[in-house]
């Protein structure tokens, strides 16, 4: 097992390189130009090229790459065009939203998506069932920031019940950390729980027909039992590939949410670092996610030998 | 139900509704059915009575007013960094850090001395270096500063509050130039921070002003805090825009960037913020029914729209052409595709300078006036030439202003009978195709939208756009020597009857050789919450004088 963990982190770093080469040529040939935006409406050509210049934009593709590449391997994700601080200072200061929105948009898709397609399954072709899946399509269908203004609407000005906007860190305590949350979480989680429970119901149907469901019924196992101890283990590994794909939804969710709820989060920095052409940072944040989701890909990967014993790499 | 129940209970298994409901975990989300907020113990209420929360304009994703000569970094740094003198609401240069100045009869040497008193943030007093350092940064990036660059003898500081300005020809509009809030302003750092390369941003954010930059509590992009600095010494008179005495009234201003308008709207009608500088048109008459919520006009001398054309190429190397598209557009088309219904929000500007303000005119605008003439914008069309070209249109999409601009342009152009190449694209990329001057069809254009600040167009000071020296020009590249040497008569005149002489004549060359397309004047909306009082009108937000109660 640690000779699998390690092979497949080692992996990682020609995954990491392809995708480094990518992204860097990627902006390098895209329009825009973060020289001519800094330097504002009222600058001359001149003074754009001077900027250009003291930000080493006019050096070759070659230079400006290599130079990158040799400050990614000591672990310098260079400086922010824009803020001039470290891409990793900003990274820092935006994680925490991030992982927390992430985090607690699993917790609830999980806890709600994977009862909900276990009852479907179990009530098969009834008002449950159908209920459950429509409310799959209402959450394929729907976009994020509309389900958010909704939540916002109806929650936060009309109710009052939580804020419509920000963020608490959770050194300032739970309960003002999670209320920030609850809205963003719902609207970003609809698509995930969604994509889960359609996924728990399909493999859960597939499982309780299976002769030894029909064994344990037989044996007079209580049908929570059967649901839940038996047919969901059985029914986990798929699911449990879901959830893992599914983190690219969440972290693509995550600028609309981030956006709409105004949650200092990473994904609102991708976008605004896009949008300013701010090079070292799109470059640090996409470096970032990829790895992330190689990482999150490779838990989902072990987790699979805690659920099916037979599972050994 | 309880055949249900009963079956379960036989089976040793607690799986009735009640179970399940509670595994489905809908209980926890809704808990709080029948209260009111769910939120942590609100701040003390005298607290939050000296915290003030705004949403600015756009991301302060940087903070050097010299290097980044963004709107929302001016308005920020004016918070931070005090200047020596300020313009009024009437756009008079006044003294600020200075306590009185002198100048030769002959124009050419220039003494100030500074208040006493002033501080640093970081209780440094203000110097007479501080200010020559700060000076000579400023005047690398500005377009005032670069004039009196040119014609400086030397800039020296005479003792700790004295400094002296020498030229080599007289420069009447030194104190405009110190005073101007048009970006990049002359903002008064300390000399280490002063010296930095004008070309390279500060890494500290040592003030002058009214309130200390929180760096510690900055996350670009998302939140800006600004603490109430003690030993900062407001002027007697009452503040006027940058002028007067910059007393605040509350302890903190927290910026919170909002992207998103209808999460800004809900955020200012639910009490979570309390001034939102640039609220949508579409919002505001949501706003405006909200009984806790004041709306007014943000800064009364608004925007004027503008499309600019490429000089360098056809179709619009031709005057003629340029002439017929002002012959046929229709100002009114452009304002309310901007503004909407509201007639309180623009106007028809048959020129380039702000309308109320002293130096402003229509001489020659006759062409913007009356009925549109489509029929006689196509004979002029013909006249100058256009033979079909394909006039290359960028529009950029993420702007509002700009994409209702284009749309109302390629249709225009569509009218009159040319071929439209319409590039959607975004702003960033807008920014870099108009610095190009490669023909329209090989990676150039043929016009592109924008639109200007009233506050810099209401004298040539700081217009950058109705300047015709060619090569280095704004983009376009007009090239009329009448418009530079009508500019130049405005630089040296020394009375306002003479500056109005020589901007009446500018207005007219201008739009006779049509430096670019006015599109219209328009204003926008400001909107804050009835418990925080003292909010004005102006070219920027003045936090001084904004009080708040809980």
Known sequence: MGGYVGRRILSTIPVMAVVALFVFSLLYIAPGDPAAIIAGDQATPADIERIRASLGLDRPFLVQFGEWAWRILHGDLGTSIFTNLPVLDLIKQRIEPTVSLMLVTLVLAITIAVPLGVVAAWKAGSIIDRLVMLFAVFGFSVPVFVISYLLAYVFALQLDWLPVQGYTPISQGFWPWLQNLILPSIALGAVYIALIARMTRATMLEVLAQDYIKTARAKGIGQGGILFVHALKNAAVPIVTVIGLGIAVLIGGAVVTESVFVIPGLGRLTVDSILRRDYPVIQGLVLLFSFAYVIVNLGIDLLYTLIDPRIRY | ?550
């Open chain 2, 1 to 550: 139900m309880a055949k249900w129940v009963r079956r379960s209970k036989v089976r040793g298994e607690a799986m009735d509704r009640r179970t399940l409901l509670k595994g489905l975990g809908g209980a926890g989300i809704v808990g709080a059915v029948g209260t009111t907020r769910l939120t942590a113990p609100a701040l003390a209420q005298g607290a939050n009575a000296r915290t003030l929360r705004f949403v600015p304009q756009a991301n302060l994703a940087n903070f050097d007013p010299i290097w980044g000569t963004q709107y929302v970094v001016r308005n920020a740094a004016a918070l931070v960094w005090d200047t020596l003198y300020g313009v009024d609401d009437k756009l008079m240069p006044q003294r600020q850090m200075v306590e009185q100045e002198e100048v030769t009869e002959d124009g050419l040497v220039w003494t100030f001395k500074l208040r006493q008193g002033l501080k640093f943030h970081d209780g440094e007093p203000v110097r007479a270096k501080d200010v020559v350092s700060s000076l000579v940064r400023w005047s690398a990036r500005d377009p005032m500063g670069l004039m009196l660059r040119a014609s400086q003898n030397e800039l020296t500081a005479v003792d700790d509050r004295t400094f002296k300005w020498s030229l080599k020809k007289p420069y009447p509009k030194m104190l405009l130039a110190l005073a101007k809030n048009n970006a990049p302003c002359s903002f008064i750092m300390p000399e280490r921070i002063a010296k930095t390369d004008p070309f390279k941003q500060i890494t500290e954010y040592v003030g002058s002003g009214p309130m200390r930059f929180a760096k510690d509590e900055w996350v670009p992009g998302a939140k800006a805090v600004f603490t109430k600095f003690a030993d900062y010494v407001p002027r007697d008179e009452p503040a006027l825009w940058l002028a007067g005495g910059k007393r605040m009234l509350v302890d903190r201003i927290e910026w919170i960037v909002m992207p998103d308008a209808a999460t800004a709207s809900a955020a200012l009608q639910n009490g979570e913020v309390d001034w939102w500088e640039t609220p949508i048109p579409d919002l505001v008459p949501l706003l405006k029914q909200n009984k806790n919520i004041l709306v007014d006009i943000a800064d009364p001398l608004g925007n004027i729209g503008s499309f600019r054309m490429n000089t360098l190429f056809p179709p619009f190397n031709s005057v003629r052409i340029r002439r017929a598209i002002l012959m046929a557009m229709n100002q009114e088309d452009y304002m309310r595709s901007i503004v909407g219904s509201d007639d309180n929000l623009w106007k028809p500007i048959p020129g380039y300078f702000t309308p109320g303000t002293p130096l402003y005119n229509e001489e020659g605008g006759e062409i913007l006036k009356g009925k549109r003439d489509i029929e006689g914008a196509k004979r002029l069309l013909a006249e100058g030439g256009y033979k079909g070209e394909p006039v290359t249109c960028i529009v950029a999409q993420d702007q509002s202003i700009t994409k209702a601009m284009g749309d109302v342009t390629a249709d225009l152009l569509k009218q009159l009978g040319m071929n439209v190449d319409f590039v959607a694209t975004d702003w960033g990329t807008t920014g870099t195709r108009r610095a190009m001057k490669n023909p329209p069809g090989q990676g150039g254009w043929s016009m592109f939208h924008t639109w200007h600040a009233g506050a810099d167009c209401i004298n040539p000071a700081a217009y950058t756009a109705i300047r015709a020296n060619g090569d280095n020009a704004w983009f376009g590249w007009p090239n009329s020597p009448e418009v530079e040497a009508d500019i130049t008569t405005w630089f040296d005149a020394k009375t306002l009857d003479e500056e109005k002489a020589a901007m009446r004549k500018l207005n007219k060359d201008a739009l006779d050789y049509v430096v670019y397309a006015p599109t219209g004047f328009f204003l926008a909306y400001q909107a804050w919450r009835k418990n925080v009082t003292g909010v004005v009108k102006g070219p920027l937000p003045f936090a001084w004088g904004v009080s708040k109660t809980a």
